[in-house]
């Protein structure tokens, strides 16, 4: 992640307000939905919305593009939370096999040979051993996490998706 300087730095993220975001600095952009709750929603109406259930409505929403950095930073917030520890140095889990991912694909120039988000979320039921509903204080943290990275939430993608699973548990009528 660069400095303060070269990335804008957000603050005041909320899921309740359709994604309000407010920059307190220059630099960042935000790209996404403001009043639909999008097809991520759409995945995960019938089923649970737990925070790995997120993860699978982002791979079936965008898992065919390649994993970026930006995924791994939204899969690294989801997986602390879901497991509720902290999982630097984890070797194991989700985060490394996607970090594992994006170092694989840097070297690829085919982006059909390229690891796609949905093969790294494929490992989630085998290496989330513990999960949980998702709550505002997750889904908010998955975003700026996505948005401290890139400056722009990813349609579809992981931050979206489990946006969308927090509006489906506050409100499931929607």
Do not use: C, W
């Amino acid at each position: 992640m660069g400095s303060s300087k070269d990335r804008g730095s957000f603050t005041n993220i909320s899921v309740e307000e359709h994604f309000s975001v407010s920059q307190s600095s220059p630099g960042g952009q935000f790209a996404g939905p403001t009043e639909q709750i999008s097809t991520a929603a759409e995945a995960l109406i019938g089923r649970s919305t737990t925070l790995t259930e997120a993860l699978k409505a982002a791979a079936m929403n965008v898992g065919h593009k390649p994993v970026e950095t930006t995924d791994v930073a939204a899969i690294k917030e989801v997986e602390s939370r879901a497991i509720g520890d902290n999982i630097e140095g984890d070797r194991g889990g989700v985060t490394a096999v996607a970090s594992e991912a994006v170092a694989r694909n840097e070297k690829i120039d085919k982006k059909g040979e390229k690891t796609n988000l949905q093969d790294v979320i494929a490992e989630t039921d085998v290496k989330v051993t513990r999960d949980k509903s998702v709550s505002s204080e997750d889904a908010e943290a998955v975003v700026q996490a996505e948005l401290n990275h890139s400056h722009r939430i990813i349609p579809g993608g992981v931050a979206e998706s489990v946006a969308a699973a927090y509006k489906l548990n506050h409100d499931p009528s929607l």
